[in-house]
């Protein structure tokens, strides 16, 4: 009976670390963000303004522009419009 057990704990660790090895194994991709085309802000342009203009949702061009506060934007600063984003 004892040789059962431990039979069942061997088969046990062993799928135990088949599954840890798998889950270390897997590779992760980072996603590489790219901004392929960039304009500057003119007077009175908004996110959604600009959004629109290029025909995307504005929570699209907010993925092409994570860090922008679309309140505080200012003439001549540059913003993505087309791209990669992650």
């Known amino acids: 009976m004892a040789t059962n057990s431990f039979c069942m704990i061997n088969k046990s660790l062993l799928a135990f670390s088949f599954i840890l090895l798998m889950i270390s194994g897997a590779e992760s991709t980072a996603c590489v963000q790219t901004c392929d085309s960039a304009i500057q802000v003119k007077k009175k342009d908004t996110c ?26 200012f003439i001549g600063q540059w913003i993505c419009v087309a791209g990669t984003a992650c």
Do not use: D, I
């Not at 959604?48 to 309140?71: D, E, H, I």
């Open 48 to 73: 959604n303004q600009v959004a629109a203009t290029y025909g995307m949702t504005p929570n699209k061009f907010l993925s092409f522009n994570p860090n922008l506060p679309c309140r505080h934007l």
